[in-house]
């Protein structure tokens, strides 16, 4: 037995319906092999994953299957499991970020490091015009909105991101906007939210980045072509983020102000 420690995990897939192929070839099955690589070497490895629960994806599905989210995500949270299982990919922990036995250290672990970043003074609270859905009575985060991608024109742009090209998208921008749980047309209103200070860590980031051209340790040196895409995106300075949601669904925003009640923080924070 070596004396190497490994913690491996994958991408957490949304808990909003079944696995298909593409899921375990892009992430699992990778992840698996190195996992079984590193055990047959002597090396001593945990791998970890769960289904990723917050977040719009999972209020949509749950909405059109006519349940609630927590019904839902329970549901295909022990599909997942069971899948994995009958393919022969074994965690060691398969959990989810709003499953019984996992929220509660979810939401403290989340909601630590959003305390550490805003103690360090990372964030700025900023009040903007958001989409919002008169019918359904509620902002329209991510995925609640859709519409045209000002940057390739694609059709079906998400209010985060436009899968067509890849850009993330602000929300306001998008042509011709459509509420996805009404199909009606957003009105702009005023929200508060919490946005990161990303330009802030460009240089760090990019020093970084460039020392990962040489090989550190048992790592060789990063690919050119991951390289040059990560500096090309600092080049361009990087974005504010708002890092908060209006939705009740997720970890709640833990800060002692009137204008963080019924916010969550953003899954990808
Ligand atoms: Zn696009």
Redesign the pocket.
């Known amino acids: 037995m070596s004396n190497r420690r490994f913690l491996i995990t994958s991408a957490l897939p949304y808990s909003n319906g079944r696995l298909h192929v593409g899921h375990v070839a892009g992430a699992y099955l990778p992840a698996d092999t190195y996992v079984r690589y590193l055990r047959a070497k002597g090396d001593e490895v945990r791998f970890i994953c769960g289904s990723d629960d917050n977040g719009v994806a999972s209020l949509i599905s749950a909405r059109k299957e006519g349940r609630s989210v927590e019904e839902l995500t329970a549901f295909y949270n022990g599909r997942q499991a069971a899948d994995f299982a009958g393919l022969g990919i074994k965690f060691d922990i398969y959990g989810g970020t709003h499953q019984p036995k996992f929220v509660e250290l979810h939401n403290r672990i989340s909601q630590g490091f959003f305390r550490t970043a805003y103690d360090k003074g990372y964030f700025v609270k900023k009040t903007t015009k958001q989409l919002y859905d008169v019918q359904a009575n509620q902002f329209l985060p991510d995925r609640y909105v859709k519409g045209k991608?000002?940057?390739?024109?694609?059709e079906g742009?998400y209010g985060d991101q436009?899968?067509?090209?890849?850009?993330s998208?602000d929300p306001m921008k998008l042509i011709n906007p459509i509420s996805t749980i009404t199909n009606t047309k957003p009105e702009p209103r005023e929200t508060t939210h919490w946005y990161m200070q990303l330009p802030q860590f460009g240089e760090k980031l990019r020093a970084w980045l460039e020392a990962k051209r040489q090989p550190q340790g048992d790592c060789p040196p990063w690919r050119e072509t991951v390289l040059n895409f990560s500096l090309g995106q600092i080049k361009q300075g990087l974005p504010e983020r708002a890092m908060t949601r209006d939705l009740h669904w997720g970890v709640p925003v833990p800060l002692d102000d009137p204008d963080a009640a019924g916010k969550v923080l953003y899954v990808w924070f």
Do not use: F, M, R
């Not at 991608?149 to 694609?154: D, K, M, R, V, W």
């Not at 436009?162 to 850009?167: D, F, I, K, P, S």
């Open positions: 991608c000002y940057e390739c024109g694609a742009a436009c899968e067509a090209c890849g850009v998208i």
